[in-house]
């Protein structure tokens, strides 16, 4: 079908009207759009460092080519298994654990009348905006030996020795899990929450008419349609499991030395290298390995999820 020259004036009308309609939109989005722009596209270029032996005289480009043995300094050590080994690990437990309690707590406050609901869910947000270095003075406080609440008030109420908890590694993976779920479950919860709300209440209505429990409400009804977001968000996390949260892990154990073995992943591995030897190509080396790798879980997940279930699938 030919379109004849008032058609064409016609869409292109349409076109002008169209954009007229959305303008405001695009105006708020434009200052998140630059930031997207300048924080994680303009960067690009940079990744030629990891293939780079870095000189700041000669610039990026006109550094020697060192293929791949930036690569080799996060492998070349004893350390690399360790590191390796906790950064999946606990990025594993984070995800397994903060998935079950967000749910958990979404579910709950959708239960909740609206003005308590709306107090709990500035409450529970809240750890979410605070800083990882208020965290792990709020950590300190209950963990010091000489004046932590725990050594001065539960333990003593209990005859207990005090614990020198920053010298302790067998505590700190089960510390590092109970910071991280408490620190960032309740923005996960409100994405599921406001999902939940989003249901047609006509469900529950007929399912209470049927005599079905809460409980029966839950599995039968919320879990099962809540199944794209938590499907969706687990996908996004797996795309991160090499990395890890670097102020959890270098900030709340206060650096301590003794626990390396137990708080010590590629991030920070990194970080204290490059302290002691300066070379920023190995950090952009970490870098790309840990964005590959990224890449490929998610691709890899997407990939199982679309042969179990396509429409639950991100792409």
């Known amino acids: 079908m030919v379109m004849t020259v008032s058609d064409k004036a016609a869409q292109r009308q349409r ?27 303009m960067p690009l270029p940079g990744i030629v460092l990891a293939f780079k032996k870095y000189n700041a005289v000669r610039g990026i480009f006109g550094s020697a080519w060192a293929g791949f043995s930036n690569f ?8 690399a298994f ?7 690990l606990y990025n594993c437990a984070f995800i397994v654990i903060g998935t079950v309690c967000s749910l958990t707590i979404a579910i709950i406050l959708s ?19 605070i800083s990882s270095v208020i965290v792990s003075y709020l950590v300190f406080s209950f963990l ?10 539960i333990l003593k109420a209990l005859n207990v020795q005090p614990v020198s908890w920053y010298t302790e590694k067998k505590y700190w ?18 994405i599921y929450l406001a999902t939940i709300i989003g249901f047609d209440r006509a469900y529950y209505e007929a399912a209470e008419i049927d005599g079905a429990s809460k409980w029966q409400q839950i599995t039968k009804i919320t879990l099962p349609m809540l199944r794209p977001t938590i499907i969706m968000l687990i996908l996004l996390a797996v795309g991160r499991i090499f990395y890890s949260d670097f102020g959890l892990f270098y900030q709340v154990p206060q650096n301590s030395g003794a626990l390396y073995s137990v708080t010590n992943t590629i991030d920070t591995y990194v970080y204290r290298g490059l ?21 490929i879980l998610v691709f890899s997940a997407n990939m199982i999820i679309r042969k179990i279930d396509r429409e639950s699938a991100l792409f």
Do not use: H
């Open 15 to 41: 076109r002008r009207m169209r954009f007229r309609k959305y303008l405001p939109l695009y105006i708020i989005a434009l200052p998140g759009l630059a930031y997207l722009f300048i924080n994680n596209y």
């Open 82 to 88: 360790i590191i390796t080994r906790n950064t999946i």
């Open 144 to 153: 010091s030996t000489e004046n932590g609440f725990l050594n001065n008030t």
């Open 275 to 295: 302290l002691e030897l300066g070379d920023i190509t190995m950090s952009a080396a970490a870098g790309v390995y840990q964005s590959v790798v990224g890449f």
């Open 111 to 129: 239960e909740l009348n609206i003005g308590i609901k709306k107090f709990y869910q500035s409450a529970i947000l809240l750890p979410y905006l």
């Open 173 to 190: 993976p089960f510390i590092l899990i109970f910071v991280n779920t408490w620190k960032n479950s309740g923005y996960t919860c409100i």
């Open 72 to 79: 080799k300094y996060l492998f070349s050590t004893q350390d």
